[in-house]
């Protein structure tokens, strides 16, 4: 509609021009070489347009002509760039489907024909790294950052191949100065976060998870936990140079996140060490509301170094209270009774868990409750032997990593906040490793006539840490694999355990973060091993071994 109505004002103007012109006649005089030449006005108009139209219609035939070489050569490059494009496009495809040949032979035709477009040197690259060329990758992502456009792109390929080659170092300065060329990157910033939690630098991590959070790479409640994370992992570094600083630092770290349990832990231990109890009463039963562990159950239970056993007893059952159908009451309530040896209230706490599923740590407390109250070796075995094939408690695992005791960062993959309390897997011999050290298991003993006397087999046993791996020895390792029911695969027991004994109870500050008696041990001495005067609830073909000892001392 513009158009038409400039179109009509133009020839408006023109019209009313041609009509100025015929009203006022006159004459128009040339001399030029004697020759004259007289014509009116109108038609002298008319000859001046005339040749303005020929004079342009004659540039552009010899500018035409003039750009005929200039066009040939235009053309020739498109088709080239065509080419090299069409070359680009056919190596991503080579390069997604996996082709490494097609892939080099592409990116080949793509640098002679295209050699400065930055496509050409991202298919070079990926094409040496399907090929497995990592120098020449490495080079095509160094030429990258010669280029302003591209050199954010190769920061990130050669961090991607000193991650590879372990490097580091290399890959760190990469993500750094990928951070200071373009801050809103997420897989720099993940990578500096990454790098200052494995390295334990605590304050350079919270600095990268507030710029994250500044950026809007994570929500807030991600940002909040793992500012948490890292305060609790801070804290756990400084509370033996400064515990006033790692108290408040464990305290911060609860604000921001109440149910992450270390931070629970270690402020109720260091508020119990400085003599806060009720404080540290409050602490550990608000994270208790959030989530039962049996380390908070040890430091509550013993927040008082002058408690006696049935104190201890009269706490767990408060705890019970809070949470009346959590596992970790009833476990809670079981040890500090079998302490205070009140059996029966041990048995009833465990009962509906061994009505149901006995898991590893319930039947090591039955084996417990069976040798204290009654004395009972075959019992005590019985329950023993059926710890090596019960489900399995929880623990922290992380990336199918299991580990006796909270870590901030994942060891395997570096993630931040990587653990939880969960049941790790559940078949011995998965992908999932332990983080301890296997106690030496003494293998079956030669018969009683040539073999040592028990005494001497109780004393020879190697002292074992309080922190073990019970790992079955090769003979009930085949047993247990000839059975093919699917309960029967062995788990790897893990387990952090005090002693208990009758009469002894420990100091708080030495079984903070103990759940139980020295159940390990137990294993490995009895419910692998057969007793010549108690053959027990099943029979093999093993070999009676060296009789060990029970709790520190010898069974007649």
Request: net charge neutral; proline share 8%.
């Given at each position: 509609?513009?158009?038409?109505l400039?179109?009509?004002?133009l020839?408006s103007?023109?019209a009313?021009?041609?009509?100025?012109?015929?009203?006022?006649?006159?004459?128009v005089?040339?001399?030029?070489g004697?020759?004259t030449?007289?014509?009116?006005?109108?038609?002298a108009?008319?000859?001046v347009?005339?040749l303005?139209?020929?004079?342009?219609?004659?540039?552009t035939v010899?500018?035409f002509?003039?750009?005929?070489?200039?066009?040939?050569?235009?053309?020739?490059k498109?088709?080239?760039?065509?080419r090299?494009?069409?070359?680009?496009?056919?190596g991503?495809?080579a390069?997604?489907?996996?082709?490494?040949a097609?892939?080099r032979?592409?990116?080949a035709?793509?640098r002679k024909?295209?050699?400065?477009?930055?496509?050409?040197?991202?298919l070079?690259?990926?094409?040496?790294?399907?090929?497995?060329d990592k120098?020449?990758?490495?080079?095509?992502?160094?030429?990258?950052?010669?280029?302003?456009s591209?050199r954010v792109?190769?920061?990130?390929?050669?961090?991607v191949?000193?991650?590879?080659?372990?490097?580091?170092?290399?890959?760190?300065?990469?993500?750094d100065?990928?951070?200071r060329?373009?801050?809103?990157?997420?897989?720099a910033n993940?990578?500096?976060?990454?790098?200052h939690?494995?390295?334990?630098?605590?304050a350079?991590?919270?600095?990268?998870?507030?710029r994250?959070?500044?950026?809007?790479?994570?929500?807030?409640?991600?940002?909040?936990?793992?500012?948490?994370?890292l305060?609790?992992?801070e804290?756990?570094?400084?509370?033996?140079?400064?515990?006033?600083?790692a108290?408040?630092?464990?305290?911060e770290a609860?604000?921001?996140?109440?149910?992450l349990?270390p931070?629970?832990?270690?402020?109720?231990?260091?508020l119990a060490a400085k003599?806060d109890v009720?404080?540290?009463a409050?602490?550990?039963?608000?994270?208790?509301r959030?989530?039962?562990?049996?380390?908070?159950a040890?430091?509550y239970?013993h927040?008082?170094k002058?408690?006696s056993?049935?104190d201890?007893?009269?706490k767990?059952?408060a705890?019970r209270?809070l949470?009346?159908?959590?596992?970790?009451?009833?476990?809670?309530?079981a040890?500090?009774?079998?302490?205070?040896r009140?059996?029966?209230r041990?048995?009833?706490a465990?009962?509906p868990?061994?009505?149901?599923?006995?898991?590893?740590?319930?039947?090591l407390?039955?084996?417990?409750i069976?040798?204290?109250?009654h004395?009972?070796?075959?019992?005590?075995?019985?329950?023993?032997?059926?710890?090596?094939?019960?489900?399995?408690?929880?623990a922290?695992?992380?990336d199918g990593?299991v580990?006796?005791?909270?870590l901030p960062v994942?060891?395997v993959?570096?993630r931040?906040d990587?653990?939880v309390?969960?049941?790790?897997?559940a078949?011995?011999?998965?992908?999932a490793?332990?983080?301890?050290e296997p106690?030496?298991?003494l293998?079956?003993?030669?018969p009683?006539?040539?073999?040592?006397?028990?005494?001497a087999?109780?004393?020879?046993?190697?002292d074992r840490?309080?922190?073990?791996t019970?790992?079955?020895?090769?003979a009930?390792?085949?047993?247990?694999?000839?059975?093919?029911?699917?309960e029967?695969?062995?788990?790897a027991?893990s387990?952090?355990i005090?002693p208990?004994?009758?009469?002894a109870a420990a100091?708080?500050?030495?079984?903070?973060?103990?759940?139980?008696g020295?159940?390990?041990?137990?294993?490995?001495?009895l419910?692998?091993?057969?007793?010549?005067?108690?053959?027990?609830p099943e029979?093999?073909?093993?070999?009676p071994p060296?009789?060990?000892?029970?709790w520190?001392?010898q069974?007649?």
């Amino acid at each position: 509609m513009l158009r038409l109505l400039i179109f009509l004002a133009l020839a408006s103007a023109a019209a009313l021009g041609a009509v100025w012109l015929a009203e006022r006649p006159g004459e128009v005089s040339i001399v030029w070489g004697g020759v004259t030449i007289e014509t009116s006005v109108a038609i002298a108009a008319i000859a001046v347009l005339a040749l303005v139209l020929a004079g342009m219609l004659l540039w552009t035939v010899l500018r035409f002509l003039l750009g005929l070489p200039t066009a040939f050569s235009f053309a020739s490059k498109a088709r080239k760039r065509a080419r090299g494009f069409d070359a680009v496009s056919r190596g991503m495809v080579a390069i997604g489907s996996g082709d490494p040949a097609a892939a080099r032979r592409h990116a080949a035709d793509a640098r002679k024909l295209i050699s400065d477009e930055p496509l050409t040197l991202l298919l070079s690259a990926q094409s040496a790294q399907l090929s497995g060329d990592k120098p020449a990758a490495e080079a095509a992502f160094k030429d990258m950052l010669e280029e302003p456009s591209t050199r954010v792109l190769g920061l990130r390929g050669l961090f991607v191949e000193a991650r590879r080659r372990g490097d580091q170092v290399a890959a760190r300065a990469f993500a750094d100065e990928a951070v200071r060329l373009s801050p809103s990157l997420a897989w720099a910033n993940d990578a500096l976060l990454e790098y200052h939690s494995s390295a334990g630098q605590w304050a350079e991590a919270r600095i990268a998870v507030e710029r994250r959070a500044a950026l809007r790479l994570s929500d807030k409640t991600e940002s909040r936990r793992h500012r948490a994370v890292l305060l609790a992992a801070e804290a756990q570094q400084r509370e033996e140079s400064d515990p006033t600083a790692a108290l408040a630092t464990a305290l911060e770290a609860l604000k921001l996140a109440p149910d992450l349990t270390p931070a629970a832990e270690q402020a109720g231990r260091l508020l119990a060490a400085k003599g806060d109890v009720k404080k540290a009463a409050r602490v550990i039963e608000a994270a208790w509301r959030e989530q039962p562990h049996p380390g908070l159950a040890g430091i509550y239970v013993h927040l008082r170094k002058g408690d006696s056993a049935l104190d201890r007893l009269g706490k767990a059952e408060a705890l019970r209270k809070l949470k009346p159908t959590d596992a970790e009451s009833a476990f809670a309530v079981a040890e500090a009774a079998i302490a205070a040896r009140d059996f029966p209230r041990a048995r009833a706490a465990l009962q509906p868990i061994v009505a149901a599923i006995p898991t590893v740590r319930t039947c090591l407390l039955m084996a417990d409750i069976e040798d204290a109250e009654h004395g009972s070796m075959g019992r005590a075995r019985e329950w023993l032997t059926r710890s090596i094939r019960a489900p399995r408690d929880n623990a922290w695992v992380a990336d199918g990593l299991v580990s006796e005791r909270w870590l901030p960062v994942s060891p395997v993959s570096g993630r931040l906040d990587a653990f939880v309390w969960t049941l790790p897997p559940a078949v011995l011999g998965s992908s999932a490793p332990v983080m301890e050290e296997p106690i030496a298991i003494l293998p079956p003993a030669p018969p009683a006539a040539s073999g040592p006397p028990p005494e001497a087999a109780a004393a020879s046993a190697p002292d074992r840490p309080a922190t073990t791996t019970i790992l079955p020895p090769p003979a009930v390792t085949a047993s247990i694999a000839a059975d093919t029911r699917p309960e029967a695969a062995a788990p790897a027991v893990s387990s952090r355990i005090d002693p208990v004994t009758p009469n002894a109870a420990a100091e708080p500050d030495a079984i903070s973060d103990q759940t139980g008696g020295d159940h390990a041990g137990k294993v490995a001495e009895l419910a692998l091993t057969r007793l010549p005067d108690d053959p027990g609830p099943e029979s093999d073909n093993r070999a009676p071994p060296a009789r060990r000892s029970f709790w520190g001392w010898q069974r007649a």
